[in-house]
T-cell receptor, first 118, second 114 residues
Framework: KAGVTQTPRYLIKTRGQQVTLSCSPI?????VSWYQQTPGQGLQFLFE???????NKGNFPGRFSGRQFSNSRSEMNVSTLELGDSALYLC?????????????????FGQGTRLTVV | AQSVAQPEDQVNVAEGNPLTVKCTYS??????LFWYVQYPNRGLQFLLK??????LVKGSYGFEAEFNKSQTSFHLKKPSALVSDSALYFC????????????FGSGTQLTVLP
């Protein structure tokens, strides 16, 4: 079974630009979560989608947004990039169906997209 | 709010010796606890989880973790460390009462010395 696929793996953008990152979850998984990883702040939750609906959102500004498609693939968008947005962005998928299932099951992570803002 | 603390940024251990990576948590409901490992330039790989039942949980690559409710701890252990175990380890928690997302600790860099 294929794992979680994130594209692109590496990205360099200029301050003020916008960027879109893509995540394809494991087949059959309907929950997709996004995390930002930086040396200073560690792993921080961005948002979670299930069946095309955002179920949970972390404490990030509105410049960070996401969406999920009917095939469970997800994208996240960052507008008006700032230098501090440079990070490894990780996507995780899980079955996510039913509350108990969501809580019990582990999330499977992609390799991440390394975003550098210059 | 749920939180996780990993008090050691760095743990060094000699190959063949037992290793422990510490984790304590704070939740308002029953905790769902996880350990993940991250190798350089890679995503996180799942090691093991505690949901309910036995306090000693066995996971991948010979790792195990001990859940201690009174001390609110979930330390990761391995009886005999390998050089290939050197990586960044994250403890994470889900709180059934207040939040669905995983909250991660700050990570512990494990270095196994040959």
């Amino acid at each position: 079974k294929a794992g979680v696929t994130q594209t692109p793996r590496y990205l360099i953008k200029t301050r003020g630009q916008q960027v879109t990152l893509s995540c394809s979850p494991i087949s059959g998984h309907r929950s997709v979560s996004w995390y930002q990883q930086t040396p200073g702040q560690g792993l921080q939750f961005l948002f979670e989608y299930f069946s095309e609906t955002q179920r949970n959102k972390g404490n990030f500004p509105g410049r960070f947004s996401g969406r999920q498609f009917s095939n469970s693939r997800s994208e996240m968008n960052v507008s008006t990039l700032e230098l501090g947005d440079s990070a490894l962005y990780l996507c995780a998928s899980s079955l996510g169906q039913g509350f108990r299932n969501l809580m019990n099951t582990e999330a499977f992570f992609g390799q991440g997209t390394r975003l550098t803002v210059v | 709010a749920q939180s996780v603390a990993q008090p050691e940024d760095q743990v060094n251990v000699a190959e063949g010796n037992p290793l422990t990576v510490k984790c304590t948590y704070s939740v308002s409901g029953n905790p769902y606890l996880f350990w993940y490992v991250q190798y350089p330039n890679r995503g996180l790989q799942f090691l093991l989880k505690y949901i309910t039942g036995d306090n000693l949980v066995k996971g991948s690559y010979g790792f195990e973790a001990e859940f201690n409710k009174s001390q609110t701890s979930f330390h990761l252990k391995k009886p005999s460390a390998l050089v290939s175990d050197s990586a960044l380890y994250f403890c994470a928690v889900r709180d059934a009462r207040t939040a669905r997302q995983l909250t991660f600790g700050s990570g512990t860099q494990l270095t196994v010395l040959p």
